[in-house]
């Protein structure tokens, strides 16, 4: 029997956390004979919902459950993690300027860097989910010094997911058919789904769907398909973006399958001309615990113009976050 691992989660009484919880503790996350503790942080005034999803955890009886830890203090809920999901965010309100956003989530992800850096496992995983995931991962990692850079992840997965759907739904094929699309940038509406090196059933993507709507419709669906959840749904996306959030940490953790990719919120070693740093949707092949960018895709000048496009809105961010001390 394998040790348990500790997975802490962040933001656990919201509609995210609701999905999320029972999936890693039914092993959809770290495999079928991985057992976990759950490490869940709420802010203090939701501990008491935070403990009825506790009671239902412990209801579902699950076998590889071996305990649950639940705290308002990121010390605790981070303490010796092997991954942490951070989840747990300051939401834009209307009127919100930028600035306002980013400095409301600067006060949850500087301090919970800096207790990653101090008592997580030194090999802790982490995944920033809640928004601006890709800057929020930024700070939480430049406050973080022990640890490596590349330790802090930001979620494209569920583009990344939500590209694949799109493109099997318009070519009328199952969903394991398309392969090596990728999501470049940030979790925003400037995200660039590019179909550029993707496949359906080994055909390149770009030769059985036409130019016009790639352009036209598809990106621009991809993009804003959260917004089109809300607008149906009356609430943000949450098991789709659970499901996500299990996907990218499954790959990282175990691999992805043979001759494939996935995408993932990773920082920028200075690949296909992105900043140093910034943290931006890459290509990725994962092993053994490892992530490491696809090199040598061909680059067109549409597609250099939307990598670019989000890689600027990115660096805005961060420029908003240094001036805000924020990193
Ligand atoms: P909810 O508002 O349902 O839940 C968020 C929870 O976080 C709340 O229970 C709140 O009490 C808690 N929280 C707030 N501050 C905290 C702190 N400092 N420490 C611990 N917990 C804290 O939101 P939900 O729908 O679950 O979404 C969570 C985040 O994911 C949001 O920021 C959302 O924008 C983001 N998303 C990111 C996606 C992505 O693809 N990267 C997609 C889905 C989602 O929109």
């Given amino acids: ?5 500790r997975v802490a ?30 490490q869940l942080l709420e802010v203090t005034p939701a501990l008491k919902a935070l403990q009825g999803v506790v009671m239902e955890l412990r209801d579902c009886a699950f076998p590889l459950l071996a305990d649950i830890v639940t705290s308002d203090d990121p010390m605790v809920a981070f303490k010796d993690a092997d991954y ?16 306002d956003l980013l400095s409301a989530n600067g006060g949850i992800f500087k301090p919970q860097g800096e207790a990653l850096n101090k008592v997580a496992s030194r090999g802790v995983k982490v ?55 990728t999501i470049w940038g940030n979790h925003s509406s400037t995200q660039y789904p590019d179909l550029s090196a993707a496949t359906v059933n080994g055909q390149p993507a770009l030769d059985t769907v036409d130019r016009e709507w790639y352009e036209g419709t598809y990106i621009p669906t991809v993009a804003k398909r959260g917004a089109a959840i809300i607008e149906a749904r009356g609430a943000s996306s949450a098991a789709s973006a659970a499901s996500a959030a299990i996907d990218h940490m ?4 175990l691999g992805t399958p043979e001759g494939q990719w996935v995408s993932m919120g990773i920082p920028s070693d200075g690949s296909y001309g992105v900043p140093e740093g910034l943290i931006y949707g890459f290509p990725v092949k994962c092993s053994g615990g490892q992530y490491e960018i696809v090199q040598g895709l061909d680059v067109s000048d549409f597609s250099r113009g939307k990598m670019d496009a ?9 420029d908003e976050v240094r001036k805000l001390g924020l990193v």
């Fill in 9 to 38: 989660v962040t933001g656990a009484a919201g509609q995210i956390g609701y999905s999320l919880l029972f999936r890693i503790a039914s092993g959809d996350m770290l495999g079928k004979d991985q057992p976990v503790i759950l």
């Fill in 84 to 99: 942490a999901l951070l989840v747990g965010a300051m939401p834009r309100k209307a009127g919100m300027e930028r600035g």
């Fill in 250 to 253: 499954r790959d990282w953790a």
């Fill in 310 to 318: 989000t890689a600027q809105e990115l660096q805005e961010e961060r």
């Fill in 127 to 181: 995944l920033v989910v809640g928004n601006p995931a890709n800057t929020n991962a930024l700070i939480a990692q430049q406050n973080a010094p022990d640890l490596n850079p590349g330790q802090f992840t930001a979620m494209v997965r569920l583009d990344h997911n939500r590209a694949i759907s799109q493109l099997a739904e318009k070519t009328g094929q199952p969903v394991d058919a398309i392969q090596n699309i």
């Fill in 1 to 5: 029997n394998k040790a348990p691992v």
